[in-house]
């Protein structure tokens, strides 16, 4: 028997998401278990579904690290070790926010680090394969990225409401919906150092019509999310996703077609 892939899934939230993907491992349409599912906050509803489902849960409740620590780890002087350092440069995403204040931006970086030095205690015990997040509201820093990943090869999964590279960030949708746009999307992507700027996996399209309201659009696309980010792990699983870097050295996922990928199922 093949063995199966392992992944570990964080939301914040309903989960949605990561019950449409656990219900697909359970279905046979993704060769993968789900070993884990960890939140950053306490209350995420998500967290109950899974635990009716016997799916081992955990919570590193960002908000204790950010609320206890920001200000210790710059009285502590923490902002001038190397390692937060280095997080802080290769982290691009944070370069942008707080209107550029370099204090506050390490600040920030400061108490990440913190928590998902926590985080990245719960995933090793569990020995996955990828690390998928389904709603998770945080942005990871390139310390969580650089020990998830082994090299060249990317283990962390994300999907965003919207067609990256277009309208990044919290919502997608919503941006989406008020430009006025006649297509809507959803976007699987690998997680690089940027807000929602990794290579892209698969993406999926919906309409919309004139006289449709938000939650209407909302809805339409989280239909497609289900289905296009069970299809983007089966593709990990196969093996068919391979990050290459194109002429202008952007990477990009390549997927290799089933016929001629010795991986292939």
Same mark, same amino acid.
């Given at each position: 028997?093949?063995?199966?892939?392992?992944?570990?899934?964080?939301?914040?939230?309903?989960?949605?998401?990561?019950?449409?993907?656990?219900?697909?491992?359970?279905?046979?349409?993704?060769? $993968?278990?789900?070993?884990?599912?960890?939140?950053?906050?306490?209350?995420?509803?998500?967290?109950?579904?899974?635990?009716?489902?016997?799916?081992?849960?955990?919570?590193?409740?960002?908000?204790?690290?950010?609320?206890?620590?920001?200000?210790?780890?710059?009285?502590?002087?923490?902002?001038?070790?190397?390692?937060?350092?280095?997080?802080?440069?290769?982290?691009?995403? *944070?370069?942008?926010?707080?209107?550029?204040?370099?204090?506050?931006?390490?600040?920030?970086?400061?108490?990440?680090? *913190?928590?998902?030095?926590?985080?990245?205690?719960?995933?090793?015990? $569990?020995?996955?394969?990828?690390?998928?997040?389904?709603?998770?509201?945080?942005?990871?820093?390139?310390?969580?990225?650089?020990?998830?990943?082994?090299?060249?090869?990317?283990?962390?999964?994300?999907?965003? &409401?919207?067609?990256?590279?277009?309208?990044?960030?919290?919502?997608?949708?919503?941006?989406?919906?008020?430009?006025?746009?006649?297509?809507?999307?959803?976007?699987?992507?690998?997680?690089?150092?940027?807000?929602?700027?990794?290579?892209?996996?698969?993406?999926?399209?919906? &309409?919309?019509?004139?006289?449709?309201?938000?939650?209407?659009?909302?809805?339409?696309?989280?239909?497609?999310?289900?289905?296009?980010? &069970? $299809?983007?792990?089966?593709?990990?699983?196969?093996?068919?996703?391979?990050?290459?870097?194109?002429?202008?050295?952007?990477?990009?996922?390549?997927?290799?077609?089933?016929?001629?990928?010795?991986?292939?199922?």
């Amino acid at each position: 028997m093949k063995e199966k892939l392992r992944i570990g899934i964080l939301i914040s939230g309903g989960g949605t998401n990561m019950q449409a993907i656990v219900n697909a491992c359970r279905d046979g349409l993704v060769d $993968a278990d789900v070993v884990f599912v960890g939140a950053d906050n306490p209350d995420a509803g998500g967290l109950v579904w899974a635990r009716g489902q016997e799916i081992p849960t955990f919570v590193v409740d960002y908000r204790v690290f950010r609320d206890n620590l920001k200000h210790a780890c710059l009285s502590n002087d923490y902002s001038n070790s190397d390692l937060v350092q280095a997080v802080f440069e290769k982290s691009v995403y *944070v370069h942008e926010l707080f209107n550029g204040d370099k204090e506050k931006q390490l600040e920030h970086i400061c108490w990440k680090v *913190v928590a998902e030095t926590e985080l990245l205690m719960k995933i090793r015990e $569990a020995k996955i394969d990828l690390l998928v997040l389904a709603g998770f509201m945080q942005i990871c820093t390139s310390y969580l990225i650089d020990n998830m990943n082994q090299g060249d090869d990317m283990r962390i999964m994300n999907i965003h &409401p919207a067609l990256l590279p277009a309208f990044p960030g919290t919502d997608g949708y919503s941006d989406t919906f008020r430009h006025g746009c006649r297509v809507g999307g959803c976007t699987v992507h690998f997680v690089d150092y940027g807000e929602d700027s990794g290579p892209i996996i698969g993406q999926r399209t919906f &309409p919309i019509y004139t006289g449709d309201t938000l939650d209407e659009v909302k809805k339409r696309g989280l239909q497609e999310e289900y289905l296009l980010f &069970p $299809a983007c792990i089966q593709l990990f699983a196969e093996k068919r996703l391979q990050v290459v870097k194109n002429d202008d050295g952007r990477k990009v996922v390549w997927i290799a077609e089933m016929h001629n990928h010795p991986n292939a199922i």
